[in-house]
């Protein structure tokens, strides 16, 4: 149980033969939960043995055709394969706009239902949401309007210490309540604290996902102590005139974010294709924080 | 120099991890021609190391997703890369109509044109001509209005046989005319024949593309005797009933076009993704025409 995230794409616009365009999948204890869909990302689930069935959302950073171009081939397959259940898209409202006449042209008779969920890009929002897990955007600066996404577990029930719970001879009915923290008052009298019943409850643990941008205060605030960030880093500290032009971040900004934000850990990813070695921009976000990962294609991440 | 093709993608609709759907390019002297454009074309290209550049027209044979939805992101590359010159799309009338809507949106401020050329599905049509080679559709039987493209160079001149001309003293004036057959007659009188003096031409290949169809008499007439026959072989025999339904072939259908168009080589391909073996095709398209191979992705077949 818990969440992983998978990388199915890490490159920026231009793919190389050896990285594709952005796709990430998100494991939340069996729910996946797809994050931007570059050309081919369809191609990668299958590489990578994702059950295309278990993905229900789609989350859409912005619409460059590197993080969106997949999305025709993957519904055009999900058809394919008989899905029935709705398959729901969360971008801004121009993705609707353009996708759903490619849909209606080339995958006429669905049998499922495409639903799109109009994301604003200029306010954090609280966009998906169930038992376990919450999903909110945030916004980033980028040439066009742009999105990073915030995964994050609700917090969980305590566990149940079911020795102690028999020596105190606990009733059933009273399990729900020691799981949300109360103590047990036992019919015959006295008083059991919660804490010699239970266990803590396992860690809630965050992922966030920060792609195409310049760095930005406003995102350290956002991000700040999650787990796992995904950070853009397109070019290194040399380019950092281009990577501000062009609204991208080097790898040692990067590594500034996740280090004021104070993170678990970082992924950086989004490269240029101008890097065939990415081991340099390992090593430039590494000297600002030691815990930074590539975010390498058909590696699992836990977080 | 000569006509070589490059598979890039031979499944069917839904890929596999192991095969991409429809793209080949044709390489006629240097000169790239792309037929059909399914996703993960441009990311195909570079594994192959196909010059970008070079490609400056794409035949695209009917609007089913697995043909064309490596369009837009083959463009934006294009764009990416800077191109400057025009980009030639041939396909029905309704693929300008969808993808320009794309392209305006994802691609804005294009440094090239992208020019389409619509083909009438219904009729031969002769839709591209240069100095060496020639480009006709002819109408196949599928689902949705579908074409096959017929690649012929045009007959080449004779070679000049030097050592002869030297012999008869020929001015350099008169090469182009030996070289289109015509006799040699000197200032100081006399006849020498053409065939004294030049070599025969070298031949002028022929290359057909012929995927998602019932298999077709008229199709038999089209492809006599061309040098290579690409026939699409979606199912084994045994799912003859599901190919007629699907408007497909098995590959013993394909390998009889091949037998009864007695064309010199047969390539099957638009794999079913429920054959991970791909060699029970072969066997059974070899057991009616020999000469049969697998358009194996990332392999180049000189015609």
């Not at 966030?208 to 205060?217: E, G, N, Y």
């Not at 004021?260 to 850990?265: I, P, W």
């Not at 890097?275 to 815990?291: G, N, T």
Request: net charge neutral; aromatic share 8%; hydrophobic share 40%.
């Amino acid at each position: 149980m818990g969440i992983s995230v998978t990388i199915l794409g890490s490159n920026s616009a231009l793919p190389t033969s050896e990285r594709n365009p952005t796709a990430q999948v998100l494991n939340a204890s069996g729910r996946f939960f797809l994050i931007d869909c570059g050309e081919g990302t369809q191609m990668q689930l299958r590489r990578n043995r994702v059950h295309f069935g278990k993905i229900d959302h789609v989350f859409i950073s912005h619409l460059h055709g590197d993080h969106v171009f997949g999305l025709p081939g993957l519904i055009s397959s999900f058809g394919l394969l008989g899905r029935t259940n709705d398959l729901h898209i969360h971008g801004v409202a121009d993705l609707e706009m353009v996708l759903r006449p490619v849909i209606d042209y080339f995958s006429r008779e669905l049998p499922f239902k495409v639903v799109f969920h109009h994301i604003n890009p200029l306010e954090k929002e609280l966009i998906y949401e169930d038992a376990a897990l919450e999903v909110a955007t945030f916004p980033v600066e980028h040439r066009i309007p742009t999105v990073g996404f915030l995964f994050r577990e609700k917090p969980k029930e305590r566990k149940i210490n079911k020795q102690m719970c028999d020596f105190y001879e606990v009733p059933l009915r009273v399990l729900p309540k020691l799981k949300k923290g109360e103590d047990f008052i036992p019919d015959s009298g006295g008083h059991v604290p919660n804490t010699k019943l239970t266990l803590p409850a396992p860690p809630s643990v965050s992922y966030a996902f920060c792609t195409d941008t310049r760095p930005l205060p406003s995102v350290v605030e956002v991000v700040k102590g999650v787990d796992m960030l995904y950070h853009e880093a397109t070019f290194m500290s040399d380019q950092e005139g281009l990577a501000y032009k062009t609204f991208h971040s080097t790898a040692r900004q990067a590594a500034k974010v996740a280090l004021q934000a104070g993170v678990k850990k970082l992924l950086i990813g989004h490269f240029s294709s101008r890097y065939k070695d990415l081991s340099p921009l390992l090593s430039e976000a590494r000297e600002v924080f030691p815990d930074t990962e590539i975010a390498t294609e058909g590696v699992t991440f836990e977080i």
